[in-house]
């Protein structure tokens, strides 16, 4: 079976992907956006992107990409340690330029700002693309780092300057596939609520009301704009989407937000899974 991941090779995605599927054919592929879309289009079977960091907070482009798909769910959710380490050059002189993935960078923000003040940080596509960048042994990269695993600096032939720059750092990967969850008592379920009306006051307070009244917690609910003017409402609740009393309330929400069922859906799942508790796992 192929796996899709978000690529490249030698990345953290690429360590989890392989874990949870160490027999098959690992494919990454690049943006996110690609690998949700081979599942969705049928290429892959499987994918599996990044979905939230508890130093970052949700990964953006996962949540707004699911949102265009009609088959393809998050059907679990797996978290591993990230270990950021840097890395440089043999022999290297004063670190001035240090390179990684954007998101890298800011997690190890206050590593970078105790320690290296006055170096400039590059952002590129990867960790790994920042390792190929460096390993290059060119003699302008003796001034230059990079943020990335141990394993894949050493790999690389570079010297770990300082590990565990970020400590404490976790990233929740989401498995996507076409298939629906059972119940197992102890779920998520990630949804979008599109209101129809821009600006109509209350519209956040009902959707709260009426998931209070079913006694779902939620974990997280934060806006994003919708690009024509409108916003989406990403909500996380503990719940399966089958559970009696979390239909009633996307139900209740869907009739309250567009009571003559315009052609316009309000509440989409982007999933149901098992619940890891991810954060409790540190």
């Known amino acids: 079976m192929k796996i899709a991941y978000l690529g490249p090779e030698k990345t953290f995605t690429e360590q989890i992907t392989r874990k949870i599927f160490p027999e098959d054919e690992l494919i990454p592929l690049q943006p996110i956006r690609n690998v949700i879309m081979a599942v969705e289009d049928r290429k892959l079977t499987y994918g599996v992107v990044p979905l939230e960091n508890l130093y970052n ?3 953006i482009n996962t949540l707004d990409t699911l949102t265009k798909c009609k088959d393809t769910k998050i059907t679990r959710e797996v978290s591993m340690k990230i270990t950021h380490c840097l890395g440089a050059l043999k022999n290297h002189d004063k670190i001035e330029r240090i390179y990684s993935k954007s998101d890298a960078l800011e997690q ?14 590059i952002s590129v596509s990867s960790t790994a693309e920042a390792i190929t960048y460096l390993s290059k042994n060119d003699v302008y990269n003796f001034t230059a780092a990079a943020i990335a695993s141990k394993e894949a600096l050493l790999k690389s032939g570079l010297e770990i300057i300082a590990g565990d720059i970020c400590p404490n750092n976790i990233t929740r990967f989401a498995i996507l ?3 629906r969850t059972i119940q197992t008592g102890d779920d998520k379920t990630i949804i979008t609520i599109h209101p129809i009306e821009r600006d109509k006051p209350g519209v956040l307070a009902d959707c709260l009301n009426i998931l209070r ?3 779902i917690n939620l974990e997280c609910i934060f806006s994003r704009p919708d690009r024509i003017g409108n916003y989406y409402f990403y909500a996380e609740l503990n719940g399966h989407k089958d559970e009696e009393r979390v239909k009633r309330a996307l139900t209740s929400i869907e009739y309250s937000l567009n009571p003559k069922s315009e052609n316009h859906r309000v509440v989409n799942v982007l999933g149901s899974f098992p619940n890891s508790h991810w954060k409790e796992n540190k």
């Open 57 to 59: 907070g949700y990964v």
């Open 108 to 121: 190890c923000d206050e590593y970078l700002f105790k320690n290296f003040p006055d170096a400039k940080t």
């Open 177 to 179: 596939e076409r298939n």
């Open 213 to 215: 009244s079913q006694h």
